[in-house]
């Protein structure tokens, strides 16, 4: 079944960066961080915590909110937006009512595992859209169907891992790579290295990873700007 025929109705639609928190580590500095970039905040479940504890207020909280402290809930109950089904994670139900040019996803990383795992599928499925993946270290986002150009610093670690099958050329790395079939099972770029301009051509999802302080380039090259 394919993403088109899954969209919910819209809860929160703005022309700028929506920025979704989930309930995984987010520190303060992340937060504070994105502030100058960050049109509106959505929580999810106990992702709502983290915006209290920052003092942000956002534009609604979404999920099964089996997680969320009573404080939180107790704060934001005008903004609950309870999404009972089992079907999706918290994460799907966020996005998926969700329309922006660019989401950055905080609070989705580490923790437990299969949580992880989850977003990366829901990434994989939602590849026409510009999602960025941030923790305190690292970012991540899916280089969908064509040409993606990127320019980080020299010596900047950088990996590319196949999200589907997929026929890829990368050039301006350290390890440069031309017509290569990339797959989950198979061949992946890991912690390879910038060695100039960066070009990516591929005809399926391809996750690209590096340093989260890179962020603005990023939405560059997510945005295909």
């Known amino acids: 079944m394919g993403v088109e025929s899954l969209l919910e109705p819209l809860i929160v639609s703005r022309n700028h960066t929506v920025c979704l928190v989930g309930g995984a580590r987010v520190s303060a500095q992340v937060i504070s961080s994105i502030l100058p970039i960050v049109d509106q905040f959505v929580a999810v479940d106990s992702g709502a915590d983290h915006l209290l504890a920052a003092g942000i207020t956002p534009a609604v909280v979404v999920g099964d909110l089996d997680s969320i402290s009573d404080h939180a809930r107790a704060t934001f109950a005008g903004r609950l937006h309870p999404i009972a089904e089992q079907s999706t994670t918290d994460f799907e139900k966020a996005l998926s009512r969700v329309e922006a040019p660019m989401v950055i996803a905080l609070g989705f990383t580490g923790g437990r595992m299969d949580h992880v795992l989850a977003v990366l599928n829901v990434l994989a499925r939602y590849q026409s859209r510009a999602i960025i993946l941030l923790d305190d270290t690292d970012l991540c986002f899916v280089a969908r169907a064509g040409e993606t150009r990127i320019a980080p610093p020299v010596g900047t670690r950088m990996s590319l891992m196949p999200l589907a ?45 590096m340093p989260a302080a890179l962020l603005s380039l990023a939405q560059k090259a997510a945005l295909r700007e």
């Open 165 to 209: 099958a997929c026929r890829v050329t990368a050039t301006g790395l350290r390890w440069s790579f031309s017509d290569q079939d990339m797959q989950p099972t198979g061949f992946i770029s890991s912690s390879n290295e910038v060695a100039g301009p960066i070009t990516v051509q591929t005809d399926g999802p391809l996750l690209i990873t």
